[in-house]
């Protein structure tokens, strides 16, 4: 079970109100996903239905999967038929970042009115546009952005998971451990009552030679580590829904030939509206 690695407030244990429970996905190319793939958005959704006593909804602008032929969010080719149209709504992105999020997430938080974000980014900003430093400010800036539009807003942030890239270049590898340390001072520093903050823990186990197909972005196994690492860590902290419980795969969708493998080292396809 993943272990909560910051204290939060007390206040974050009572969550839920009259109507569905709110959920977004924020989120780089593991959390958009390629087409073909089931992707953690599918298995969070899962255990939320499952976990939760109470309605709960998947809201967010967007819908598509990662095309690699095109390069572009275009694909609507997951591999689970059994995930609702609805629930395949997020803000994510290949290629985005803090760096892209941070401008867009108060009109989106507006817009769909999400009660709780699931936020997986970093990596992206650390490997092609800022260091941990600047890295770190567009994190609290997005924060701040979030809290404009909702200041009940509770957010769930996941440290970056080093790379394959980590593993030869030492200078990426301490940039990815420094901007962890500085996303840990954010919550700790902007914690509050009234809009609690969480810091996940690294997914327990999580080897990015097995729980990946190329070094960076999430396989099946994978994808049930990230998703367990939001559940587990509310489920501990707030006492939301349970631990997180991996449901069985369903007979997956053939992907069309976009679906191929991307090289870890291609550039990535940058996405900013």
């Known amino acids: 079970m993943a272990q909560v690695s910051i204290v939060t407030s007390q206040a974050g244990a009572m969550i839920g109100h009259d109507g569905a429970m709110r959920f977004m996905f924020v989120g780089d190319s593991m959390t958009i996903g390629r087409a ?3 992707t953690w958005r599918y ?4 255990h939320l239905e499952a976990a939760l006593d109470g ?3 998947i809201v967010g602008p967007r819908t598509e999967l990662h095309d690699p032929v095109t390069g572009t969010p275009v694909s609507s080719v997951y591999a689970a038929e059994d995930f609702p149209s609805a629930a395949r709504t997020h803000l994510a992105g290949w290629g985005e970042g803090w760096l892209h999020m941070a401008p867009v997430i108060a009109e989106t938080v507006a817009a769909h009115r999400p009660d709780i974000l699931l936020v997986s980014l970093g990596l992206i900003d650390l490997g092609f546009y800022t260091d941990s430093g600047q ?3 567009n994190a609290r800036t997005f924060l701040a952005a979030a809290r404009a539009a909702n200041p009940h807003i509770k957010c769930v942030l996941l440290p970056v998971i080093p790379n394959i890239r980590a593993e030869s270049d030492a200078p ?3 940039e990815c451990a420094r901007f962890n340390e500085l996303l840990a001072k954010a919550v700790a520093d902007l914690d509050a009552p009234t809009s609690p903050l969480l810091l996940a823990s690294h997914p327990p186990g999580y080897d990015i030679h097995t729980d990946t197909y190329d070094g960076t972005h999430p396989g099946p196994s994978g994808e049930h580590r990230l998703a367990a690492a939001f559940a587990d860590a509310m489920h501990q902290a707030w006492g939301l829904g349970g ?3 991996p449901a069985p795969d369903r007979p997956a969708v053939t992907a069309s030939p976009s679906a191929s ?3 870890a080292s291609a550039p990535p396809a940058v996405r900013t509206g």
């Open 172 to 174: 990426f590898a301490a």
């Open 43 to 46: 298995r969070m959704w899962q």
């Open 36 to 38: 073909g793939d089931f």
């Open 243 to 245: 631990a997180y419980v």
């Open 135 to 137: 890295t770190a400010l």
């Open 55 to 57: 309605p709960c909804a």
């Open 261 to 263: 493998p991307v090289r």
